[in-house]
């Protein structure tokens, strides 16, 4: 066991008996292409990819070369203010326009998510102010929609312990149903409504996750067309919120390329767009608004947020081998088989366990629900021992606790026998939680 008077490291969200249970063995120490091994000696497939981010597994070698040639050449240059930005950086941010949907050519960069979720958010509010209209603040997002944490973006995450836990946070968020909550009577219109009684002309953006992170539940074309219609009607600033989506999860750079009807006027990257390697985010606005932070009488364009590593070099070059990668050796070819493997694999698991309520899989972005048969859903509590369970078969996953589902999450570029090692594991798991078998680490039970 870690003794948790040395536990420097005060990381967040997790309870003591947590950290007192985890023993130094459980600590990651290596990794090699898709899995990871802890301390103690035992390798696991890495069904989570890191925290969803590192889309390309580990140790890329052309991820890895040009970070090092980057630390090399120049490690740092400042695109905040009236700094110098450096080649690499430019280069990146013409690079991933190049990738995004027509009309969105202009890139901020951050290095978290949360980060870039603000950055828009505030760029639409300064908009805002600019055109004369302070009356025009509000921002519309999602109940179990996930933004970020930090007294911005855990205002905007539709989360409400995070909305109470440290008192006042961000005013001017508002929140509706997404056509997935239990109880949402209409799938088109639930959110539009709600803006529609609230004011549109109070409204500034609305943020949504093409698919939600929080079960993988997937707002379908229409519901994104109407969406995207509804804001341009009411001239309201739709923000894609693409940290996870974006960069290849769903089988292609976007999802916003995916969906011609519904190109919104701002879409946030993060996550996988350095695969995990290096810090970075960013915020990707179209032409439509950009024109806007020009004032025909002073010139002036300045919106005055930004952070020291904005752009950072070494994640800019990081970033350009991402999307050489993407774009050069198959793996959005690769998301869209393994999803079909993935959904027919999940299929017989169900097959064998009607546990297994619900399957939703958009590229390698998998939410699954679970459930007695014609009962309750399963706790938390239960999801959480089916994660440990599969852990103990060697596959990490993610459980959420706010609605219970465990995300299948795995680098983009798994094999056939990957995502056929991911479900014989599941099925293990499902069956060692059905017949009350528990792995018999202590860590284990404290996740129990
Ligand atoms: C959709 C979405 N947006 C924003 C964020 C925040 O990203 P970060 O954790 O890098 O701040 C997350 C994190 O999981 C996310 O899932």
Request: aromatic share 6%; with cysteine.
């Amino acid at each position: 066991m870690i003794d948790p008077a040395d536990y420097a490291l005060w990381n967040s969200g997790v309870p003591r008996p947590y950290l007192k249970a985890l023993s130094r063995d459980d600590l990651l120490a290596e990794a090699d292409g898709v899995r990871v091994r802890d301390a103690g000696g035992r390798w696991y497939l890495d069904g989570r990819s890191g925290l969803w981010n590192v889309t390309l597994g580990y140790g890329n070698e052309r991820v890895k070369e040009a970070i090092k040639q980057q630390v090399d050449r120049l490690p740092f240059a400042n695109s905040y203010g009236y700094g110098r930005p450096a080649q690499v950086t430019v280069e990146c941010a013409q690079t991933l326009v190049r990738h995004l949907p027509d009309g969105i050519n202009h890139v901020r960069f951050a290095s978290n998510g949360a980060q870039a979720v603000e950055m828009a958010l505030q760029f639409s509010r300064f908009l805002r102010l600019r055109a004369g209209q302070p009356e025009r603040m509000a921002v519309f997002a999602m109940w179990d929609g996930f933004h970020g944490q930090g007294p911005g973006a855990g205002m905007v995450t539709g989360v409400p312990y995070l909305h109470h836990q440290t008192g006042p946070m961000l005013p001017e968020v508002h929140h509706a149903p997404g056509p997935f909550a239990p109880g949402a009577s209409d799938g088109v219109s639930d959110l539009e409504r709600h803006i529609t009684d609230f004011g549109p002309e109070r409204v500034t953006a609305v943020i949504v996750e093409p698919v939600v992170g929080e079960g993988g539940h997937i707002l379908s074309p229409e519901y994104l067309g109407s969406l995207a219609r509804f804001c341009r009607r009411h001239d309201i600033h739709l923000v894609f919120d693409e940290v996870v989506t974006g960069m290849g999860r769903v089988g292609d750079f976007t999802r916003a390329g995916q969906l011609p009807d519904a190109t919104p006027d701002i879409i946030t990257l993060g996550k996988g767009i350095t695969s995990g390697y290096v810090p970075m985010s960013a915020v990707a606005i179209h032409d439509r608004l950009y024109e806007q932070l020009h004032d025909r009488t002073t010139g002036e364009t300045a919106l005055s947020v930004g952070s020291t590593n904005d752009g950072h070099a070494v994640a800019a070059a990081a970033a350009i081998a991402v999307m050489g990668v993407l774009s050069e050796d198959g793996v959005l070819e690769n998301v869209r088989q393994r999803e079909s493997d993935l959904v027919a694999a999940l299929g017989k698991v169900q097959a064998q366990h009607p546990e297994l309520t619900a399957v939703r899989c958009l590229g390698l972005f998998c939410g699954l629900e679970f459930g007695e048969p014609g009962g309750p859903a399963w706790t938390p509590g239960q999801v959480n021992k089916l994660r440990m369970a599969l852990e103990s078969r060697g596959v990490l996953s993610s459980s959420l606790r706010v609605v219970p589902n465990l995300m299948l999450m795995p680098p983009l570029v798994v094999t056939q026998d990957d995502v056929a090692e991911i479900a014989g594991a599941l099925d293990g798991a499902i069956g060692d939680v059905k017949a009350g078998r528990m792995p018999e680490s202590g860590f284990a039970r404290a996740m129990g």
